[in-house]
Structures are given as structure tokens and as C-alpha cells.
């Protein structure tokens, strides 16, 4: 059975930064896009990012400029380096991946970033 397992959330300063990390394991494999959505208290879950097998991605508006995604596809891994990060990115943030056979998606576990001096 396939699962992602998240990790570096925490608590950082405004202006600080963080670098989350997802890594699929088990039976996920041949994955298509990769990406990470965020669900603040009383808010809908949002796309922060979104990265294609090819590495194209896609950005929210609001953290263009200061957010990168990337991944390594030997570890089926997905990274979000997040810089600048202001109060208003904290939240819950979620990995997704969906494969490229069925067009499956499985979600991580959330990791909590808190932003707050």
C-alpha cells in the first residue's frame, strides 16, 4: 500500500524560511504531477504548487517569487522551499501525487507551518 510521508513544517519567524518534503513509498510508482496544498483554519484547502513529471510548475499567485518546488524523481520525492514566508502562510500543508497508470492520487499527511514572531 502506498503512502507519502511529509516532514519540515515547524515554527519560523516572518521572513524566515522552510523546506517541506514528501517522499512516496510502497506502492506508488510512475508518478505524473507532484504538488502541495494548504488549508488554513476556516479556509478551503489551496494549490501552493504544482510540479510536472517533466518539471514545469505552477505557482499561486500568492507565493510566486518566494516559494520553489521541485523534485527528485530517483526518490520519488517532491520538495517545497519556502522563503520570505509571512503569517499568512500558516497553515496545514498537503502533498499530492497522482500517477501517470489510472491517474491515482494519494495525499500526505499534513505538516503544520506556523508563521509568528
Known amino acids: 500500500q502506498g503512502q507519502l510521508v511529509e516532514s519540515g513544517g515547524g515554527l519560523v519567524q516572518p521572513g524566515g524560511s522552510l523546506r517541506l518534503s514528501c517522499a512516496a513509498s510502497?506502492?506508488?510508482?510512475?508518478?505524473?504531477?507532484m504538488g502541495w496544498y494548504r488549508q488554513a483554519p476556516g479556509k478551503q484547502r489551496e494549490l501552493v504548487a504544482i510540479?510536472?513529471?517533466?518539471?514545469?510548475?505552477n505557482y499561486a499567485d500568492s507565493v510566486k517569487g518566494r516559494f520553489t518546488i521541485s523534485r527528485d524523481n530517483t526518490k520519488n520525492t517532491v520538495y517545497l522551499q519556502m522563503n520570505s514566508l509571512k503569517p499568512e502562510d500558516t497553515a496545514v500543508y498537503y502533498c499530492k501525487v497522482v500517477t501517470v497508470f489510472g491517474g491515482v492520487a494519494y495525499w500526505g499527511q499534513g505538516t503544520q507551518v506556523t508563521v509568528s514572531s
Open positions: 510502497g506502492s506508488i510508482f510512475r508518478i505524473s504531477t
Open positions: 510540479i510536472a513529471t517533466g518539471g514545469s510548475t
